[in-house]
C-alpha cells in the first residue's frame, strides 16, 4: 500500500513562530499536494508540485511556502504563523493521472 | 480554482439507501472521485469515474454522472452505521490537480 506520512498528528505553535509541515511519500509519485481543511470550506489547495524543486501556487498560498528537493518529502512551511492559520493540513501525493493518496493529516493550533 | 458544490449534511436510518450529490462547473474534468473521511482521519479514495462513463459500480456504492448537467451522485446501499463520515466529491482537470467540495457529512442512525 501507498504510505503518505505526515511527521506530525498535532503542533501547537504560538504566534510568530517559523513552523515546518513535513510530508513523506513511498511510491515513487511524481505530485505531490497541501492542503488545509477547515469546517464549511471544504479542502483549499496551498500548493502543489509536480516534480522536485518545482512548485506551484495552489489557490490559497499566501503566508505558506513549500520545499521540494527530495521526490519523496515536501515541506510545507508557515514563515510567520498566525491564528487564522489554525486549521487541519492534509498531504496527498498521486502518480500521473490517478487520484491521490493522503496522508492522515496534521492538526495545526497557533496560539 | 473550479467550483464543486456539495450539500452539508444527510441524515439516513441504518439499512436504507443514502444518496450523495456533488454538482461541478468543469466541464473539461478527466476524472471524478469521491472520497470518505472518517473523524480524525485523512481522506480515503472511495471510488472514480472517468468522464466518459454513465455509472459505476462497486460493492455497495454506484456512482452516476450526469455529463450534461454536470452532476455526480454516490449511492450507498444498506447504509451501516460504519458509513457514517464525510465524503468528498472531488474532480480533476488534466494537470491532475484536483478540486474538492465542502463535504457532505453523512450520519447514520441506527
Known amino acids: 500500500d501507498v504510505k503518505v506520512t505526515q511527521s506530525s498528528r498535532y503542533l501547537v505553535k504560538r504566534t510568530g513562530e517559523k513552523v515546518f509541515l513535513e510530508c513523506v511519500q513511498d511510491m515513487d509519485h511524481e505530485n505531490m499536494f497541501w492542503y488545509r481543511q477547515d469546517p464549511g470550506l471544504g479542502l483549499r489547495l496551498i500548493y502543489f508540485?509536480?516534480?522536485?524543486?518545482?512548485?506551484e501556487k495552489g489557490d490559497i498560498p499566501e503566508g505558506y511556502s513549500v520545499s521540494r528537493e527530495k521526490k519523496e518529502r515536501f515541506s510545507l512551511i508557515l514563515e510567520s504563523a498566525s491564528t487564522n492559520q489554525t486549521s487541519m493540513y492534509l498531504c496527498?501525493?498521486?502518480?500521473?493521472?490517478?487520484?491521490?493518496?493522503f496522508g492522515s493529516g496534521t492538526r495545526l493550533t497557533v496560539v | 480554482g473550479e467550483d464543486v458544490e456539495q450539500s452539508l449534511f444527510l441524515s439516513v436510518r441504518e439499512g436504507d439507501s443514502s444518496v450523495i450529490n456533488c454538482t461541478y462547473t468543469?466541464?473539461?474534468?478527466?476524472?471524478l472521485y469521491w472520497y470518505k473521511q472518517e473523524p480524525g482521519a485523512g481522506l480515503q479514495l472511495l471510488t472514480y469515474i472517468f468522464s466518459n462513463m454513465d455509472m459505476k459500480q462497486d460493492q455497495r456504492l454506484t456512482v452516476l454522472l450526469n455529463k450534461k448537467d454536470k452532476h455526480l451522485s454516490l449511492r450507498i446501499a444498506d447504509t451501516q452505521t460504519g458509513d457514517s463520515a464525510i465524503y468528498f466529491c472531488a474532480e480533476s482537470d488534466n494537470f491532475n490537480k484536483f478540486y474538492f467540495g465542502s463535504g457532505t457529512k453523512l450520519n447514520v442512525k441506527p
Open positions: 508540485s509536480y516534480d522536485v524543486k518545482m512548485k
Open positions: 496527498a501525493s498521486s502518480p500521473q493521472g490517478y487520484g491521490y493518496t
Open positions: 468543469d466541464s473539461s474534468s478527466t476524472y
